[in-house]
């Protein structure tokens, strides 16, 4: 439970693409040691398949050599039948004292072997001692030797056939003896014996690679092409043999040692494996076997294994490089194939961890985005909390201002009704005390109030709707001129210097007449307010056009426009003027009548001090008849 609930609180692994293989070299290994078991496993049976073929090769040369030994023999076995038959042999066996017959019979038989190509031919009388024999000229003439204790002497002796192998006692040769008995009428007088020496099929044996040995029927090696094998024995020499072979004196008996051999028998094949610990070493041969019956010889041929086993060493090993090869090919592959996976899984890897920083990214994104949504959510409420405010500052501006007019025109119109009561109730008094003039003069001022009241009230009256002035071409000089003349008694009056150079032409500008009058007039009459108690008061007109426009500039000397005047100056009711001097209007209406006309009045204060009022206005084309003037 505790494992679960850790791996839960985990975070997830990063993706791996997939899991590891296994690398190719412990593989690589894993193979290369089955390659050598399986190469260990074939060997013997690659290397007993090239015996096998080895063997059967030389079984030709193994036949061969039997064949020739079968008719060596075979011409041989019938020559001393032959030569017993002649006369002379019988005669000379009846005379053995006869001196003239034996040279002649010495000489008959060597003549006779060496026609026949016979080692030795010899007579032997019923004795075994040999009376005459072909090598009666030689150191070792048979003459006088006795030879009874050999079988083909008994044998012939006693009617049959003789035949012996054995190493000459006299020659020291190894022949081949064949014996047969001369019959004298009835009787065996003696046995004519022919030998033929086997030395000449080894010299023929010892060009063939292989070796070939004849054991007898003891198992002793009496011809091979191996001087040193003769007469050792390969297997046990039966006992009763060992006897017969110390009686007829068929080998040294001093000689017959076993070979220090081990048989071994090659499968099912017929063949045998003889290995052989010699003094050189050991060797090793496959060993096939064939049977000349007659002379009871078993003859084999010994073929070397070395170069079979070389063969198969050679075979085992081009096999084993190709598979080597192979091998190598496939873990190259391998080796390649899991680079690329590996290559692969990073690449996975890596885009696993940018899509993951994407998330992250877009999450940040994400975050912001909403940060900003609440910001902008925030903006839009203090926005609206500010409309709301601004509106309401609107609303309480305007009931300000609804006040200040109200306080405004109640001191104007308090203050001329408080009047009229006094003039109208000291009129009233200088009646009823009969002072006439007096009361006239009350009354006078009465209505003299009353215009004042109604000047007031006319302002209001403008501020409140358009005057039925019309709009069209306007001729600024003259406007200008007009407006001077209605303000002569008031500049006159304050001794002001006036600086103004009427232009040479009219200058015709779009609006009304006596509106722009009373725009000018107001002008005029704030600035001279404005330079109350300065002596003199000096006022500059200029009148300019500028392209398409037509500007008129009505400055003063007087103390400027303070920072709130320039921000206020065109508000409705804004004043500095003392209570019953300023209405705070005359900007206002003016501002409006200028705009009305597409112009724009605009205020400044001069680098020299004092101020500056701008009347900005369309030129406009004067109209027909003036034009026509
Ligand atoms: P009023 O003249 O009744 O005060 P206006 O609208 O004509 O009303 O003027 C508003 C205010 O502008 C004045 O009270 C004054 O403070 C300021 N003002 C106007 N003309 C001038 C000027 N030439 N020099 C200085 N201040 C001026």
Redo the contacts with the bound molecule.
């Keep these: 439970m505790a494992d679960a609930a850790t791996a839960t609180a985990r975070p997830p692994a990063p993706p791996r693409a997939r899991p590891r293989r296994r690398r190719p070299l412990p593989a690589l290994a894993v193979a290369l040691a089955g390659l050598a078991l399986v190469m260990a496993l074939a060997f013997p049976r690659v290397e007993r398949a090239f015996l096998i073929a080895m063997g059967d090769r030389d079984r030709a040369t193994l036949e061969l050599a039997t064949q020739v030994m079968r008719g060596a023999l075979s011409r041989t076995e019938a020559l001393p039948v032959l030569l017993a038959e002649r006369p002379i042999l019988a005669r000379l066996l009846r005379e053995p004292g006869n001196s003239g017959l034996l040279p002649f019979v010495n000489e008959q038989l060597r003549q006779t072997a060496l026609s026949l190509d016979l080692s030795d031919v010899y007579l032997m009388d019923a004795e075994g001692l040999t009376i005459a024999a072909s090598s009666y000229r030689t150191d070792r003439s048979f003459v006088g030797q006795r030879f009874a204790y050999r079988p083909y002497f008994t044998e012939a002796l006693a009617g049959g056939l003789g035949r012996f192998h054995a190493l000459g006692t006299t020659s020291g040769e190894r022949g081949y003896f064949f014996a047969a008995p001369v019959i004298d009428g009835t009787e065996i007088t003696g046995v004519v014996a022919v030998k033929i020496t086997l030395d000449a099929f080894e010299a023929t044996w010892a060009d063939s690679g292989s070796t070939i040995i004849v054991q007898d029927m003891s198992n002793v090696i009496f011809l091979s092409d191996r001087a040193d094998w003769h007469f050792r024995t390969l297997g046990p020499v039966p006992e009763a043999g060992l006897e017969t072979i110390a009686a007829t004196r068929q080998y040294p008996i001093g000689r017959l040692t076993p070979l220090p051999a081990r048989r071994a028998a090659l499968g099912s094949s017929g063949y045998e494996i003889v290995t052989i610990d010699g003094a050189a070493g050991r060797e090793s041969y496959l060993m096939q076997t064939g049977l000349v019956a007659a002379a009871g010889w078993r003859v084999s041929i010994l073929s070397p294994t070395a170069p079979a086993t070389v063969q198969a060493l050679t075979v085992m090993a081009v096999a084993g490089l190709a598979a080597l090869f192979v091998l190598l090919i496939a873990a190259v592959i391998w080796q390649r194939r899991i680079r690329l996976e590996e290559r692969l899984a990073a690449q996975a890897g890596e885009q696993a961890r940018l899509e993951a920083r994407v998330r992250e990214r877009t999450r940040d994104l994400d975050a912001a985005n909403a940060q900003l949504r609440q910001e902008v959510e925030v903006r839009a409420r203090a926005e609206a909390q500010l409309r709301k405010t601004q509106a309401e500052l609107v609303q309480a501006g305007k009931l300000a201002a609804l006040g200040q007019m109200s306080a405004a025109l109640s001191h104007e119109f308090n203050q001329p009704l408080a009047a009229v009561k006094a003039y109208a109730e000291n009129a009233a008094t200088f009646l009823d005390r009969g002072r006439e003039g007096e009361a006239r003069e009350n009354i006078r001022l009465i209505s003299t109030m009353a215009d004042r009241m109604a000047s007031i009230s006319k302002h209001l009256r403008n501020f409140a709707r358009r005057p039925q002035d019309k709009t069209g071409p306007v001729p600024m000089r003259a406007v200008i001129e007009d407006a001077l003349e209605l303000m002569r008694p008031r500049l006159d009056k304050a001794g002001a210097r006036l600086d103004y150079a009427a232009p040479a032409a009219e200058v015709w500008v779009t609006g009304g007449r006596v509106r722009l009058q009373q725009v000018i007039v107001?002008l005029i009459g704030?600035?001279l307010?404005?330079m109350e108690g300065r002596e003199p008061p000096e006022i500059a007109l200029a009148l300019a056009v500028e392209g398409r426009r037509c500007l008129l500039e009505v400055r003063?000397r007087?103390?400027?426009?303070s920072e709130d005047?320039l921000a206020q100056?065109f508000d409705p009711f804004?004043?500095?003027?003392a209570p019953g001097?300023?209405?705070?209007?005359?900007?206002?209406i003016s501002y409006n009548i200028v705009r009305d006309f597409n112009g724009r009045l605009t205020a400044a204060n001069r680098p020299e001090g004092g101020?500056v009022?701008t009347v900005e206005l369309d030129l406009a084309d004067p109209p027909a008849e003036m034009a026509a003037e």
């Design positions: 107001n704030n600035a307010d404005a003063d007087g103390p400027g426009l005047a100056a804004f004043t500095t003027k001097q300023g209405l705070g209007l005359g900007l206002s101020a009022f």
